[in-house]
């Protein structure tokens, strides 16, 4: 079974991922993870990121996809997070998977108002050291920026800063519109309403992933 999971800076994706790759048996593929990993390996497909990453370039799709893919095995059961992200890396993980007479069974898209997307994004604290994530809201540290896991500083990522965070929803409201009219069209597609609290996000998905076990289902 393939599961992609879409969501807006904010929306908890990255949570749900997890916990659904948990409670599921899915390989989690994040992208973001994918890449530090590849350019920490200094693999050939981690050199071609790390250079586009250190021009301050976006990484092609082409080597997103091929980044991906090498991790893809047939069979098994994954869970895609952060990809695709636009219509082309859409198109291509169709083809790659049609390759392999699979294909996406299912797209969930976490719906969130950009106005608390923002709150959460703004709201967001992340360990320097472990990467350990905090919400000064919702989840701050015990003691105030220091990290609970592991006692490193817990700092605010330039990216969650306000202004950056609206810019940062603008551009993934402009991709992820087409994906998804495209798996719409495939029958795939399904909104989830992320505004909820993370236990009744978690229900929801979990509804809709056992409804759609077992084949494709139009939702």
């Not at 994918?34 to 981690?46: K, N, S, W």
């Amino acid at each position: 079974m393939i599961v992609v999971l879409l969501g807006a800076p904010g929306s908890g994706k990255g949570t749900q991922s997890k916990r659904l790759a948990g409670k599921y048996g899915f390989q989690h593929l994040a992208t973001g993870d994918l890449f530090r990993a590849e350019m920490a390996e200094g693999t050939p497909l981690g050199l071609k990121a790390q250079g586009y990453v250190n021009a301050g370039r976006l990484v092609p799709d082409g080597v997103v996809t091929e980044m991906v893919a090498a991790r893809l095995k047939p069979g098994a059961r994954f869970l895609l997070d952060g990809f695709p992200r636009n219509i082309d890396q859409a198109r291509a993980l169709g083809r790659l998977l049609a390759a392999s007479g699979s294909a996406v069974d299912l797209v969930c898209s976490l719906v969130l108002p950009k106005a608390e997307a923002v709150r959460r994004m703004t709201s967001r604290r992340v360990c320097a050291s472990c990467g350990e994530v905090y919400n000064v809201l919702s989840r701050p540290p015990k003691a105030e920026g220091v990290c609970d896991r592991c006692g490193g500083k817990v700092v605010q990522r330039a990216d969650d800063a306000e202004a950056t965070a609206v810019k940062r929803l603008s551009v993934f409201e402009d991709l992820t519109a087409p994906l998804a009219v495209y798996y719409k069209a495939e029958g795939v597609f399904h909104e989830i309403d992320a505004a909820r609290s993370p236990d009744e996000v978690e229900a929801a998905l979990s509804a809709v992933l056992s409804s759609a076990r077992g084949g494709r289902r139009p939702c």
